[in-house]
């Protein structure tokens, strides 16, 4: 019902300020109500016209017509029995299923966002890279995912980290302008510090990351501490090697001056040895990170 009420519609959500100020102007409105929409939508996470009391019922009515708030429909939600965390299914406006992950660690609560459906890089301790590639999700499918996760729950404070479904590198625009929506002051205003981007390690995308000098933590999945090691648990390390990518690694820390978070998942007779662990050592000694070891 949901989409064939809203078929031919465009999402507001996933749209800047300046975007919605334009889009005011466009319906014949001032570009100070696109202010106010931004304000409702981001700030105060309202997605009901009826609620946004400071606009005029002629914007309501123009904007009903031609806008939708959200870009995804939440399909289904569990809780894992075993560990403090809360799984999310959504559907996109073209039928695939996404996952977002609510991990709970304490006083400390975490989103984990997807930023692609399927996935082309094929690590072998990942399911999602049995779907392979299917499409890469717009800022507005990856807000969304944070916004109506934030509308269930009862948490004030909200950390983000790109590492669901998707390599985040590999839609790196889109993955850009969602974090930018997040940290927005006059919106979401999530600190640079509670937004996190994880990469399995796409060199010239690191490279970029780090000449744009954006402030949102960077995470890197390493997973090895050879290059045919880690060719073996993740085979994109074949494009991008293991030498180059901690040179990426070294050159963003030393640039940037901002530690680093490098995750290790560790996987039993593969590269969880006692000497893995010297080499890793070895290899990080020079590099400004946090060492983030994760149980497979």
Not at 99 to 116: A, F, K, P, Y
Not at 187 to 208: A, H, M, Q, W, Y
Not at 265 to 291: H, Q, Y
Request: charged share 25%; hydrophobic share 40%.
């Amino acid at each position: 019902l949901y989409y064939a009420q809203n078929k031919e519609k465009v999402s507001l959500i996933g749209l800047c300020l300046d975007e919605l100020r334009s889009l005011s102007e466009q319906i014949g409105e001032e570009a100070f109500r696109g202010q106010q929409l931004f304000d409702w939508i981001y700030r105060k996470n309202i997605d009901d016209y009826n609620l946004m009391t400071n606009l005029p019922g002629t914007f309501i009515t123009k904007l009903s017509e031609k806008y939708k708030f959200h870009p995804l429909v939440l399909a289904h939600c569990s809780e894992s029995k075993k560990e403090p965390t809360k799984k999310f299914l959504f559907r996109t406006e073209n039928g695939h299923m996404i996952e977002s992950v609510l991990m709970h660690d304490g006083n400390r609560s975490t989103v984990c966002l997807s930023t692609q459906v399927g996935c082309a890089v094929d690590c072998q301790f990942c399911a999602t890279a049995q779907m392979g590639f299917l499409k890469n999700l717009t800022a507005g499918e990856m807000i969304d995912q944070f916004i109506q996760i934030r509308s269930l729950i009862e948490e004030p404070r909200i950390n983000v980290v790109f590492m669901g479904m998707g390599e985040p590198f590999l839609n790196y625009r889109s993955v850009i302008q969602a974090a930018e929506l997040l940290h927005q002051p006059d919106g979401i205003n999530l600190g640079f510090d509670r937004i996190t981007i994880s990469t399995v390690g796409i060199v010239p995308k690191i490279e970029r990351y780090t000449q744009e000098d954006h402030r949102y933590k960077l995470a890197i999945s390493l997973n090895g501490v050879s290059q045919e090691q880690r060719s073996m648990i993740m085979p994109i390390s074949k494009a991008h090697t293991l030498d180059d990518l901690l040179a990426a690694a070294r050159k963003y820390a030393s640039i940037s001056r901002r530690k680093l978070t490098i995750e290790y998942v560790l996987i039993e007779k593969l590269n969880d040895s006692p000497e893995d662990a010297k080499t890793l050592k070895r290899l990080l000694r020079d590099i400004r990170c946090k060492l983030n070891l994760i149980p497979y």
